[in-house]
């Protein structure tokens, strides 16, 4: 028996889920996505009760939904749903489809000449640049940077013209760097034309959360912007949402097309909105998972960065793109190379972490796929 098998067949007994006891649900046939932040499928074996609530009523294929209007009882069923867990009134919730395609159009539409974003922080954020041939600028922040000075952000911003800044709150991702409302407010001050768009899908990842809806509401120029698929682990339902003041909530409407969402994401998403303690189990399960990764990286002597945001980054050198084919075509697992799309993270890679015993067997891939590199 290897020293992995030992550290598995000698864990506890894991508590959340009776089905993972063993560790074993996650087998070699099935594929493991970790490329992406996605709970993944098999999280439903630690939290059964999500099978129920992922139903399709005959018609919904046939009908569209506008929950912006609270077209219909489910419509309005999943405004209710959000906007109390926002603390915020109905009307002042607007719902879209996917968060990267509002991410994408977000500059156009509020007449940016600039699109900013924190160094180490999502590429997603420079996507809007192609529309309308616009500059896009970094504010400077090292990989191994605890937070971001709201300093260094006020100087990044002082002289880019009408920019658009988006910040990952609580932390960046992939560089796991805190990021707090006093960078926002700094920007604010020192470039009063800038618009700041607070993007808090891994929100809940961090406790205590600053209120960042209350700020976007009251102050100008700001858009408070989450998605289901961090918010609740519901990446296929495709909806994210958006608040702010009075004068951006009603520029942001005229871009909304009239039925932004699928029925069933729709029915899917205001079901399990209505009951936080479930969602709190998804969030449990990763931190579950990433702690499997905490535990088990230095074991084998990788060097790896953690933090809130359900992911880590792994440091794998030169052959890290070997290394990434050997665990996918040899191994069925799919992790994020971080080579080429950040560049502080050359040779290194990101693992989203869903559920702890796919942990496990990404970890014994690794280290089989490491170990069959050097050997090559």
Not at 353 to 376: G, M
Request: with cysteine.
């Amino acid at each position: 028996m290897n020293a992995l098998v030992q550290i598995f067949a000698t864990e506890p007994a894991n508590a959340i889920c009776g089905v993972c006891r063993v560790g074993h649900c996650s087998n070699s046939i099935e594929p493991i996505y970790v490329d992406n932040n996605a709970t993944g499928r098999r999280m439903w074996n630690y939290i059964p009760e999500l099978s129920m609530l992922e139903k399709v009523v005959p018609g919904d294929m046939a009908e569209y939904v506008n929950p912006n209007s609270d077209r219909g009882p489910v419509a309005k069923e999943l405004r209710t749903q959000l906007a109390e867990m926002e603390g915020i009134d109905r009307e002042d919730l607007l719902i879209d489809g996917s968060g990267l395609e509002r991410i994408k159009s977000l500059p156009g539409l509020v007449g940016a000449n600039t699109i900013m974003a924190i160094r180490n922080d999502f590429p997603g954020y420079a996507s809007g640049r192609l529309i309308g041939n616009l500059p896009f600028r970094e504010i400077p922040c090292d990989i191994w940077d605890q937070s971001l000075s709201p300093g260094a952000a006020a100087a990044a911003v002082l002289d880019a013209d009408r920019p658009i800044v988006f910040l990952s709150m609580p932390v960046t991702n992939p560089g796991q760097t805190k990021v707090n409302l006093a960078v926002a407010s700094a920007i604010r001050e020192a470039n009063p034309d800038a618009w700041v768009v607070i993007d808090a899908a891994y929100r809940r990842d961090r406790q205590p959360a600053e209120d960042y809806v209350s700020y976007a509401r009251s102050t100008p120029r700001t858009v408070y912007l989450n998605v289901a698929a961090k918010e609740f682990g519901a990446c296929g339902a495709r909806i994210c949402w958006m608040t702010g003041n009075k004068e951006t909530l009603a520029k942001l409407k005229i871009d909304i097309c009239p039925y932004p969402v699928s029925m069933h994401s729709a029915r899917y998403l205001s079901e399990l909105a209505a009951r936080p303690g479930l969602v709190e189990r998804i969030h449990s399960v990763q931190r579950s998972a990433a702690d499997v990764y905490r535990r088990l990286l230095p074991e084998y002597g990788f060097r790896f960065k953690s933090g809130s945001g359900p992911w880590v980054l792994v440091e794998l050198g030169p052959e890290a793109g070997a290394i990434v084919d050997r665990l996918a075509n040899q191994h069925r697992v799919y992790v994020q190379d971080q080579t080429g799309r950040i560049e502080d993270l050359a040779g290194w890679i990101r693992i989203s972490t869903n559920v702890p015993c796919d942990a496990r067997r990404v970890v014994e891939a690794l280290v089989a796929s490491r170990s069959a590199t050097k050997a090559a």
